[in-house]
């Protein structure tokens, strides 16, 4: 699949124009790399940088046995495929919290590495939580001289005012909406106010759902408009630095990366399994431009490009599996799933001008949609009932420019339990 259909000023201009340029991350969890191979890993690397993304954000566990191996592995991946950038993520759930002289420790062993990722002139660190362990980093910022950003999320803006002076910036966790109700800016405005002038990482996930009761872990949040409206949103937010919510996280279903089998963790394959997510990634080149251009009117579409993604089991077709709508494990209420995963297609077109879009499902009656304008134009087609493949195609001056057919979409539900993730495919 050839992703690089955009010819634009370039990303250079624009980070000179700047005090501190814009960068684009992904979370990479190392949790689930312990079977892959450096060349996987640098495969991995590659296919993320041919999406204009600039680094791995590397999560990691002080329990897990793996991590060092996984570390080494990638750091030397990275350095061999060049101009890849990398950073630690201390994860202080999984596995629980890390003590300080192993977090100096490790930063200090990887920092001088070629591949590691420098924020004003300094190796960027963050984690996944850790809101017990926030008295930990004035020790571990004075012996690493790192730069500290992590995810303390479940704090709330208002407490990490507190804390903000034992860090350098923050990075948030809030990439998904509660309920039914699409997510917004407003989470982003608090932390991007809370840290009182130091930078600001934003989220953006293009999905979330789960069934992985070794973990406790069963819901979903609503997902269908995320890809394409939270990068709507950086683009006019402009956060000082983007992470994509993930790379590999097979288990929450946001995955945007290949699909390795050895790395679906127990349980996840009957949602994951032959279900890559790999489309997503036809959309970055734009999103990523637009955000570190700020200008639109600089980038041009090249080559016509559709993305679609659904659900393959409408809302009818078996057991919830016990999927609740919501999290109760952070404090929300339940709710039905099926209020918030609609029964409809979601497709993403970018267009050189305005066209036609095509969709079908089965032998049902052909939909005819229109992007006004070039660039990007997302639609939503309701499954109304219809079963069978999916059929697309952009179509200008009454010739088709692209096309693409998607799995079907069915009843026949994989251990009679709903399929909550998402088929995503492109032209």
């Known amino acids: 699949m050839v992703f690089l259909f955009l010819v634009y000023v370039m990303l250079m201009l624009n980070a000179a124009a700047a005090a501190t340029p814009k960068y684009v991350f992904a979370h990479y969890i190392t949790g689930n790399a312990a079977h892959i191979t450096q060349d996987q890993l640098e495969s991995d690397m590659k296919i993320a940088k ?21 570390l080494q592995k990638a750091y030397a991946a990275a350095e061999k495929v060049g101009d890849f950038s990398l950073f630690l993520s201390f994860d202080y759930l999984s596995g629980g919290p890390w003590p300080v002289d192993r977090v100096v420790d490790t930063i200090n062993r990887y920092k001088p590495h070629p591949a590691q990722f420098y924020y004003n002139k300094k190796p960027l660190v963050s984690t996944f939580e850790g809101v017990g362990n926030t008295n930990d980093w004035t020790e571990i910022r004075n012996k690493t001289d790192c730069f500290a950003m992590p995810d303390w999320t479940s704090l709330g803006p208002e407490s990490f005012t507190n804390v903000r002076d034992k860090v350098d910036g923050f990075f948030s966790w809030d990439a998904w909406p509660f309920g039914t109700e699409n997510k917004s800016t407003e989470g982003d405005e608090a932390w991007a106010n809370a840290t009182g002038g130091k930078p600001y990482m934003m989220p953006v996930s293009p999905w979330f759902y789960t069934n992985l009761p070794q973990w406790n872990k069963n819901w979903l949040w609503k997902g269908a408009h995320l890809w394409t409206q939270r990068w709507e949103d950086i683009y006019y937010f402009q956060p000082d630095l983007v992470q994509i919510i993930s790379w590999n996280d097979y288990g929450e279903s946001h995955y945007i990366g290949p699909v390795h089998e050895d790395g679906i963790p127990q349980g996840a394959s009957r ?19 637009s955000y570190k251009t700020a200008n639109r009117s600089r980038i041009r579409v090249v080559r016509d490009t559709l993305v679609f993604w659904y659900r393959p089991n ?11 709508g919501n999290s109760p494990q952070h404090g929300q209420p339940a709710m039905d799933p099926r209020l918030l995963a609609e029964d409809k297609i979601y497709i993403a077109v970018l267009v050189k001008e305005p066209s036609f879009i095509l969709a079908q499902i089965g032998d ?3 939909v005819s949609l229109e992007a006004q304008h070039s660039g990007i134009n997302s639609f939503e087609v309701p499954f109304d009932g219809q079963l069978g493949n999916t059929t697309f195609a952009i179509v200008r001056d009454d010739k088709e420019v692209a096309y693409a057919t998607g799995p079907p979409i069915t009843k026949e ?15």
Do not use: E, K, M
């Not at 949602?271 to 734009?286: E, F, S, T």
């Not at 709903?418 to 495919?425: H, L, R, S």
């Open 50 to 70: 041919h999406a204009f993304i600039d680094g791995f954000a590397l999560n990691i566990a002080q329990q897990d046995q793996n991590t060092d191996f996984v």
């Open 271 to 289: 949602y994951v399994q032959d279900n890559p997510h790999d489309a997503w990634r036809a959309l970055l080149p734009y999103f990523i431009a």
């Open 314 to 324: 409408p809302n009818d077709s078996g057991s919830d599996g016990g999927t609740t």
């Open 364 to 366: 049902g009656p052909i």
């Open 413 to 427: 539900c994989v251990d009679g339990t709903i399929n909550w993730n998402a088929v995503v495919g492109s032209s």
